[in-house]
């Protein structure tokens, strides 16, 4: 292997960090590829995590005090024209308001535009009684409010505010009822018959306002749907039944308040028939939806029934019967019939939505039980819809239809139109009792009464001004609701100094830019702080020979470009850390350290000198000149035994140490250093009572009768030591030791001693006496007992072996009974015995 040959490096500057530097080595091993790859990566990620510190201000490089507002909420721009120094450039206006004022500049010179909500139309919700003799009109009711909002935005400020709705008892409602009228739902035909009185009465109970309206529908008229033989368009079903001729989708009935009109126009309708399973219903929907003037929608509750007993064609199903234009959602009725179902394809779900919501309509689906799943999935995407089970002959429409009203009018869903890009809305429901609701992302309260109030917390924000800066409009309304807030959003882009900008201003290098917000806006082909350079004439020998300290040194001290003739220094990524000077030679942040801070925390960095805080001195700022730390317990600095340098004690006296000199490993106990000299002057005995007037005068003796009498520590403001010390006699005696004003030695001692008394011989010799007495009973006691165990075993074994023993009881053969029987042979028989 040859000699390893660096072929680049990777350097990561990172503020108040140590550089780190990765070489990479070119090897023909593959692991020494391996760590080429290792160490590129491990550079660029700690050249990517050097990069995301620092201010965002900073890095905007903004050159006028609007692009310097547009880049997050807590920039500001000094407006001070003397606030750069030598070599900043003008982006250096912008930063963090902290930072600035740190810098220098006021606060009342900087630009820092906060935004702001006015509301322009605030009319209270509207308390509404059923029982009330007075009607309003539904435009009189009021269910949200505030009406409208002006919003002005500064990029990264979010504005808050607060939007209430209540729901108005007796609401107008009109409902719409959208009924299949294809063969399979002729007998649910006959219960919708009488269905206008009956559901105008029960709705009584809900709203005095009350419309209802009928259409139908059946499938497109062109083949699969229906059978297109002269014979079947005149009569689809069999020969035995009479049916009309199939139709897309019919309005009967308008909405209206007259129910006996409902049964009547109901009463007349035939059923219809067609070939496929699946109807046109999506036709037949997107048509009352967008048809208002047909149908007779009226800006209060819009209530759609679709009753059917079959699934639905939707967007691509028109194929089949060779219609390819997709469903353009617009009204195409012509006498109460839709034209165009020929012509255009079946709406998609999406599309039905979007029409849906536009018109402020809420669609119940009455179906069978069989469909249940399929509308229940459907209802998942159509917003403020319900579904209900419709029995097999629609007997219990008008239940289904009082229910899912009330479980849809139990909710409220707000939604917004679409918002300009880069402005996002957050939705905080607080609902009913004050629950905070989590449902729809914050949009969506449930189980809400009538006459019950809910509000949400709007948060909008703007990341960025729009590419024209104007003004936008945006609305926020409950689903299902015909009321909305119009909300103005009003962006700002620009400073308020930039209005009292100069024109060709002459402070602008003979009128080469505006001067606006404390610099100049240079005009288009010009730069420089003051624009005095042109484009053309940035890169001249001239120029750069001006941003050189001498022949021998790099352009701007290698710390910034030259700019027009000017060195302009490079910015830092820690906002705190700058480069400044005519040359760009000077930082604030390569001064000395201590304890890893800069100027030991105590100064500040100025052209790389510490300029130290009151009482600090040192290089690094690192000497306090306070001597409080070296005060010891006895308020002397450094027990007298040293000095007080940068806040420590140096002590004068080697074997000496400690935080104030306090402390000597090698030097005995004071106690034990007087013990001879206290013992010899109180009590005339020790080692030196013969040389005890020349050895110990050295203190102040004074005596005390007891141990009480003796000074303790709290009573004196100097060192006090307390003594027990023991002498050849093994007598115990007590003594204080203090040093009172540096010089004045006083020892305290009690006068009498303290000696063990003698041992008391009768008590002892006759302790002994009657432990050798007990003793020996003891151990007479235990030789008897172990004796009566012996004699107790050895008798059981004996009882043992007596009852284990077996004797011989068969007959001598040598014996012979001393008695005789005879028998009298006349008497009776009985024998006699002698």
Not at 293 to 322: C, E, M, P, Q, Y
């Amino acid at each position: 292997m040859g000699r390893r040959k660096p072929i680049g490096y990777v350097n990561s500057l990172v503020s108040n960090r140590p550089t780190f530097a990765f070489f990479v080595y070119l090897l023909p091993a593959k692991m020494d590829l391996k760590l080429l790859s290792i160490a590129t990566l491990l550079g660029i990620l700690c050249f990517c995590s050097a990069q995301q510190e620092g201010s965002d201000c900073i890095k905007a490089n903004a050159q006028s005090c609007g692009e310097c507002i547009q880049v997050a909420e807590k920039c500001g721009w000094c407006t001070d024209a003397d606030f750069l120094k030598q070599g900043e450039s003008k982006s250096a206006r912008c930063d963090e308001l902290k930072s600035l004022i740190t810098k220098g500049c006021s606060k009342a010179k900087i630009e820092n535009p906060r935004g702001s909500i006015s509301i322009d139309k605030d009319k209270p919700v509207t308390n509404r009684k059923k029982d009330v003799a007075e009607k309003l009109k539904p435009d009189q009711i009021t269910q949200i409010q505030p009406q409208k909002l002006t919003l002005n935005l500064r990029s990264g400020e979010a504005q808050t505010f607060k939007l209430k709705f209540k729901r108005a008892e007796d609401y107008p409602i009109d409902l719409y009822y959208l009924m299949d009228l294809s063969f399979s739902m002729k007998d649910d035909l006959e219960n919708v018959k009488n269905l206008g009185t009956d559901l105008m009465r029960e709705m009584q109970e809900i709203t005095s306002d009350f419309r209802i309206g009928f259409g139908s529908f059946v499938e497109k008229t062109v083949m699969p749907y229906i059978s297109t033989t002269p014979a079947r368009l005149l009569n689809p079903c069999t020969s035995n039944e009479n049916c009309t001729s199939p139709f897309s989708y019919k309005n009967v009935l308008k909405l209206t308040e007259n129910g006996q009109q409902f049964n009547s126009l109901v009463s007349k309708q035939q059923i219809s028939g067609n070939l496929d399973s699946p109807e046109g219903g999506f036709d037949a929907i997107m048509q009352v939806a967008v048809c208002g003037d047909a149908i007779g929608w009226r800006n209060v509750t819009r209530l759609l029934v679709f009753s059917t007993d079959a699934g639905f064609h939707f967007a691509g199903d028109g194929k089949l019967g060779g219609i390819v234009l997709p469903n353009d959602g617009k009204c195409h009725l012509e006498n109460n019939m839709y034209t165009m179902s020929h012509y255009y394809d079946y709406p998609s779900i999406a599309h039905l939505v979007q029409k849906l919501s536009d018109n402020n309509i809420q669609t119940i689906f009455a179906v069978t039980e069989e469909f249940q799943p399929v509308y229940k999935e459907l209802k998942n995407l159509i917003p403020k819809s319900a579904v209900g089970t419709l029995s097999s002959n629609s007997s219990n429409v008008i239940k289904l239809i009082i229910d899912s009203y009330n479980s849809l009018s139990s909710e409220v869903i707000l939604e917004n139109n679409k918002v300009p890009e880069g402005v996002s809305i957050k939705y905080k429901s607080i609902c009913k009792n004050g629950v905070v609701g989590t449902e729809e992302g914050g949009r969506k309260c449930s189980n809400i009464s009538i006459g019950d109030e809910v509000s949400f917390d709007i948060t909008i924000e703007s990341q960025k001004c729009p590419s024209q800066g104007k003004s936008e409009t945006i609305r926020i309304k409950p689903l299902g609701f015909n009321e909305d807030v119009e909300i103005v959003l009003n962006f700002i882009c620009e400073c308020e100094c930039s209005k009292d900008g100069e024109p060709l201003s002459k402070s602008c290098h003979n009128g080469n830019g505006t001067f606006e917000c404390g610099a100049c806006r240079c005009n288009e082909g010009r730069i420089g702080r003051l624009c005095e350079c042109s484009t053309d004439e940035v890169r001249t020998d001239d120029l750069d020979g001006n941003c050189r300290k001498d022949n021998g040194t790099d352009i701007c001290s290698n710390n910034g470009d030259c700019v027009c003739g000017t060195c302009e220094c490079k910015k830092r990524e820690n906002p705190e850390e700058r480069y400044s000077g005519k040359f760009c030679e000077c930082d604030n942040f390569n001064c000395d350290r201590s304890n890893n801070k800069l100027c030991g925390g105590h100064g500040r960095c100025d052209c790389r000198v510490c300029i130290c805080d009151a009482n600090y001195t040192g290089s690094a700022c690192d000497c306090s000149l306070d001597t409080s730390t070296c005060l010891a317990a006895n308020k002397q600095i450094c027990n007298g035994r040293g000095t007080c340098e940068c806040g420590v004690c140096k002590c004068t006296n080697p074997k000496f140490q400690g935080p104030t000199c306090e402390i000597c490993p090698t030097c005995p106990g004071v106690c034990a250093e007087h013990k001879e000299c206290v013992q010899c002057r109180a009590f005339e005995t020790g080692e030196k009572k013969d040389t005890c007037e020349r050895d110990c005068s050295y203190f102040n003796l004074i005596r005390v009768k007891d141990r009480d009498k003796l000074p303790q520590p709290a009573d004196q403001s100097y060192p006090l030591s307390h003594c027990k010390e023991r002498d050849a006699n093994d007598c115990w005696f007590y003594y204080t030791y203090a040093v009172r004003n540096d010089t004045v030695r006083e020892v305290y001692v009690v006068e009498t001693l303290e000696c063990p008394a003698g041992p008391d011989i009768i008590p002892i010799v006759a302790g002994v006496v009657a432990g050798i007495v007990l003793i020996g009973l003891a151990l007479l006691l235990i030789w008897k007992l172990l004796m009566i165990i012996h004699d107790r075993r050895e008798f059981a074994k004996f009882e043992k072996e007596k009852m284990n023993a077996k004797w011989d009881t068969q007959e001598n053969p040598i014996y012979k009974s001393p008695i005789n029987k005879f028998q009298n042979p006349s008497y009776g028989r009985k024998g006699v015995v002698l």
